[in-house]
Structure formats: C-alpha cells, structure tokens
T-cell receptor, first 114, second 114 residues
C-alpha cells in the first residue's frame, strides 16, 4: 500500500545538536509538507515543496532546514538555532493538480530535548 | 486571510450518544473543507471532505458533516459514538488553486465514557 513513512518515531536532541527527521512517500505526490504540532495549537507549517529541488518557507521556518533532492524524500533538519524544538512533527504529501485533494500524513516523529 | 475556529477544546460524550463537533471558517471564496481525526501518537486521517455540491457530506467511520455557507460552518456529526471514536479532531480549510495552503483549527479532543 502507498503511504508516508516517517522515521524515527522518537528522537532526542542534545543542546547545540542538529537532528534530521526522515520523510519518504511512495504515493507519487509532487508536493510535500512539514508541520509542527504543539498541544492546543493545531498544526503549523514549517516548509513545503511542490517540486523536486524547490521548497518554500512556511509560517515557522526559523531554525529549520529542508532539502528535496528526490521526489520521494523530504527530510527536515532541526538546527541548534531552533530554541524550542520539543514537539510532534508531521510530514504530509499531496498532488498539485489544482484540485486541492487532501493531504496524506505520516505517523509523525516526536522530538524531545535531553 | 483564511482561518478556522474550533470553539470546543474538549468534549465528553457517553458511548451511544450523538456527537456534533463545531467548526467555523473564514475564507473569501468558496472553501475546500476537511475533517481529520488523530489518535494519540499518530498522524492525521481524513474523515471527509467538501468541495462543492451537496452540502451534506458522508465520510468514513459513520461520520458526516454539513456545510452551511450562511453560518460559515462545517460541523461534524455522528449519530452514535463508539469508544473507538475517542481521538482529536481537526477541521481544515484549503485555499483554492495554486499552492495548497491548508489552515487547521486547533482541534477538539473527544473523550467517550462508557
């Protein structure tokens, strides 16, 4: 079955350390997204990419970086500049055919600070 | 700017009782609306979507939602709640055309008591 795989499920970061969250999809979707979820705040968009080798900042991009070298993959790096990285991170994908089909989500990665 | 309001942070219902979760949106054009469900530690699963046409939309797991343009609402309903429905529910609005900007509500957490 097609879907989105996020890994790892749990991740711990030390002070001053960069960590990378993996997101892979086999849905043949052109667009991919990263969201951050905090209790009581819903989902907030970090970065999105509509095509390989192109990505745009979302609403809360500071302290994060991404790459999109392959259609299937959209890794997110949480840098040491992100002072409050503890959150649940969700990756999503969708088509970009203009029909606004819903996004499909992975099962998330929970990042905590040691 | 588009926005979504879910006025109820937490709702408790008895198993077998009916359920209605409220969602109000703000969007200048015809909205594309979704309801998602999230179990603890999991990603978001699409329950149903509204694009146009019939204002009463049927979804998975026995859920339905009614689009009311005059009230800018898209409330989710279920006639008889099961214990397995306990989860967090998110309403979302998507901008039509171009980049798929999704705005999520802050979520309603549903507790089901026996």
């Amino acid at each position: 079955d097609g879907g989105i795989t996020q890994s790892p499920k749990y991740l711990f970061r030390k002070e001053g350390q960069n960590v990378t969250l993996s997101c892979e999809q086999n849905l043949n979707h052109d667009a991919m997204y990263w969201y951050r979820q905090d209790p009581g705040q819903g989902l907030r968009l970090i970065y999105y990419s509509q095509i390989v080798n192109d990505f745009q900042k979302g609403d809360i991009a500071e302290g994060y970086s991404v790459s999109r070298e392959k259609k299937e993959s959209f890794p997110l790096t949480v840098t040491s500049a992100q002072k409050n990285p503890t959150a649940f991170y969700l990756c999503a994908s969708s088509t970009v055919d203009g029909t606004n089909q819903p996004q499909h989500f992975g099962d998330g990665t929970r990042l905590s600070i040691l | 700017a588009q926005s979504v309001t879910q006025p109820d942070i937490h709702i408790t219902v008895s198993e077998g009782a009916s359920l209605e979760l409220r969602c109000n949106y703000s969007y200048g054009a015809t909205p594309y609306l979704f309801w998602y469900v999230q179990s603890p530690g999991q990603g978001l699963q699409l329950l149903l979507k509204y694009f146009s046409g019939d204002t009463l939309v049927q979804g998975i797991k026995g859920f339905e939602a009614e689009f009311k343009r005059s009230q800018s609402s898209f409330n989710l309903r279920k006639p008889s709640v099961h214990w397995s429905d306990a989860a967090e529910y998110f309403c979302a609005v998507v901008s039509s055309g171009g980049y798929q900007k999704v705005t999520f509500g802050t979520g309603t957490k549903l507790q089901v008591i026996p």
